[in-house]
């Protein structure tokens, strides 16, 4: 993808002129050439924002008893309640306040799929990269894992393991490590058997570096760019399925609730035409994960080598 | 043979799952029960025995058709899950002919002019359909339509038919009406991605030599668009809609609860709520089995499809 090999002679300075000559900036210039893209990265960073912060911008503290008054409950968006507060978003059948508690529950939902992406990546990215690198028996067998796991839909999977293991905010990362690793893995794999080929990982071989080396300073980088737009879908697929799960009551407890359980706590009143309760977290939800997805699809038209100009 | 394996590693994983999680005794006894009367339950369910003689016997049983018994209905676990296969199967299959019917030519459109305003559309909306979560969308379709216009019921199946001695609604005007929220949401994703993979299919063949050579005799656009391209996209849409079958009946757990639609995925859920085991470990059984088969008939209809590619070791 990186690479630096300089093309030769007249061509050299003609090219210079027009094409910033490190990767990050060459990178930066493509991805900004989507207003879209740039859109969906703000609105993005907006709600990472707001996650973090949630306990200091929202208006009161959902989950403090104190705060909540049960008169309050179900006022329709823009209401005023008891104590002359307005709740622009309405509230619950606790009378709680639904713009803190999305600003919560978006806390909870990021934490969850950002922790267990993390952590998949370094799995699924050290098994991938040893894997290809080493070949042999090691490889086979974890591609065949690998293999069998991606025959059956990620839901599947999550389900069974909190039906197995019941719910909790560490049962569920877990099920979305064990749903993840895999195209991790993959993704990896793939590019580190293009990449072992080149020349560099020659040079960086008659150079007598330790394999530890070659693996993490020289093969690892340049797995990186098919890996960002990879580990970008993968998170807003985490997020959508930690709420469905949380939806259907075996992700997370409701003490810790997220968006998918807020969503479902108001499914309940649905029915009854009390549809903010659970509109809101959902289109809170939708944004987060359409924001994601944007940027992924630009980033796979930049990143994707075959499309490079 | 392979997915004899296969079955064999998700059984094992299954039950060493089950045992890691806890003894069944502890919640099949009361607490207030001697010890012998512990003891003289464990040995009648034979959990004394060393752990491969127990998964031993559990895959004598399953192969006869016995997957345990359920805690709550005390019926055979299998019998419960057949009897509401065939919710889930319609549902299934209703989702997946919406997919195909929708996508297709959606997906043709866009790929035939990618740079026209119709196919922009399209695809922007496809992206949304892959981004919007499902059981959401479920929700707002029956605000929307049960809810606020009140043209749709909002739950169960509706009246149903006999057919071949299973019960099925698409036969009869209510049971159509109460599949068509169901079906649609569970087909939302697949219709996204038949999109998508009609589109880059007629992109990838509108640029072959033989579609050129077709215009070149003179035949019409629609007949080229129709007759080539499509017979040559087909095929690749085929395996993957083949393999996404097994997808839309594990997401079938999510728009089955969302409508209360009484499908198999439903019971799993509530079973899991209950912690009836042996229904959750028949259910898996019973899917990852229909995965095995769909997989090697989707194999067995792309070489048919495709004469180039051959299965096994044919030279």
Redesign the interface.
């Known amino acids: 993808m990186f690479d630096l090999v300089e093309p030769a002679g007249e061509a050299v300075s003609k090219v210079r002129k027009h094409i910033p000559d490190s990767p990050l900036r060459r990178f930066v210039t493509n991805f900004v050439e989507s207003k879209v893209a740039v859109g969906a990265l703000g609105v993005f960073m907006l709600i990472f924002l707001a996650a973090i912060f949630s306990s200091v911008i929202s208006p009161q503290n959902p989950y403090d008893l104190k705060q909540l008054n049960i008169l309050n409950n179900h006022l329709p968006p823009g209401a005023k309640g008891m104590t002359g507060m307005t709740y622009w978003l309405g509230t619950d059948d606790q009378g709680r306040d639904m713009l803190s508690g999305i600003l919560y529950g978006l806390r909870t939902s990021m934490f969850v799929a950002l922790l267990s992406a993390f952590i998949a990546l370094i799995i699924g990215g050290t098994a991938g990269l040893l894997g290809a690198y080493t070949g042999g028996r090691l490889d086979t067998l974890m591609m065949r894992a690998v293999d ?1 796991q991606l ?3 990620a ?2 999977i999550a ?2 393991l ?4 019941g719910k909790g905010v560490d049962k569920i990362i877990i099920a979305l490590i064990v749903t993840q690793w895999a195209y991790y893995a993959r993704t990896v794999r793939g590019s580190a058997l293009v990449e072992k080929n080149k020349e560099y990982m020659e040079a960086a071989a008659g150079l007598a570096l330790s394999p530890l080396r070659i693996v993490f300073r020289h093969l690892l980088p340049n797995c990186i760019p098919p890996l960002i737009v990879v580990v970008t879908m993968r998170v ?1 697929y985490a997020i ?1 399925l930690e ?2 799960l949380s ?4 992700g997370l407890p409701v003490t810790e609730p997220s968006l ?1 359980l807020l ?1 479902s706590n108001g ?1 309940e009143y ?2 009854s ?1 009390k ?1 903010w309760v ?2 809101f977290p ?1 289109l809170a ?2 944004i987060t ?2 924001s994601i ?2 940027v992924g ?1 630009h980033l796979r038209d930049i990143l994707n080598p075959r499309l490079q100009r | 043979m392979q997915s004899i394996v ?1 079955l064999v ?1 998700i059984s094992v994983l ?1 039950f060493l ?2 045992f ?2 806890g003894n069944p005794v502890d919640i099949l006894i009361s607490p207030n029960a001697t010890q012998q009367e512990r003891d003289q339950v464990i040995r009648s369910f034979g959990l004394d025995r060393p752990l491969w003689e127990q998964y031993l016997n559990f895959l004598i049983q399953a192969f006869q058709g016995d997957l345990g018994r359920s805690y709550v209905f005390n019926e055979p676990a299998l019998r419960l899950i057949l009897k509401r296969m065939p919710a889930t199967i319609e549902l299934a299959a209703g989702a997946m002919i919406i997919a195909v019917l929708m996508g297709i030519p959606m997906g043709i459109l866009a790929g035939w002019k990618p740079q026209s305003a119709v196919a922009r559309c399209i695809m922007t909306s496809s ?2 359909g ?7 969308i479920g ?2 379709l ?2 929307v339509f ?3 216009l009140g043209w749709l019921p ?1 739950s169960g199946r509706g009246q149903t038919v006999n057919l071949l001695g299973m019960p099925v609604s698409f036969l009869t005007r209510d049971g159509l009406a109460h599949m068509l929220m169901p079906a649609l949401n569970l087909a939302l994703f697949k219709w996204s991605l038949t999109i998508r993979l009609t589109r880059a299919g007629v992109r990838e063949v509108l640029l072959m030599d033989y579609i050129k050579f077709a215009y070149a005799k003179g035949l019409s656009g629609t007949r080229v668009l129709l007759v080539h391209v499509l017979k040559n996209t087909l095929i690749p849409i085929i395996t993957v809609l083949g393999i996404e079958l ?2 839309v009946i ?2 079938a ?2 728009t089955e ?2 409508f209360a639609w009484p499908g198999m995925g439903k019971l ?2 509530d079973s ?2 209950v912690l009836d085991r042996p229904i ?1 470990v028949a259910y ?1 059984m019973i ?2 089995t229909m ?1 095995i088969m769909i ?1 090697l008939i989707v194999d067995i209809l792309y070489s048919v499809l495709d004469p180039r590619i051959q299965l096994g070791g044919a030279s």
């Open positions: 069998l025959g059956f839909p839901i599947l389900l069974i909190l039906a197995l293991f807003a959508s709420a469905t939806f259907l009551g075996i998918g969503i499914s649905l029915l035409g549809h659970s509109f959902g939800l939708l994960i359409v997805n944007l699809d | 296969i590693v299954v799952g089950i890691a999680v992206i949304l892959f981004s919007l979560p499902t059981f959401w929700l707002m029956i605000m049960a809810v606020m909002a097994g997808n594990a997401f757990v999510v609860t969302i799993l859920i899991i709520a959750i898996l899917v990852v995965f997989n």
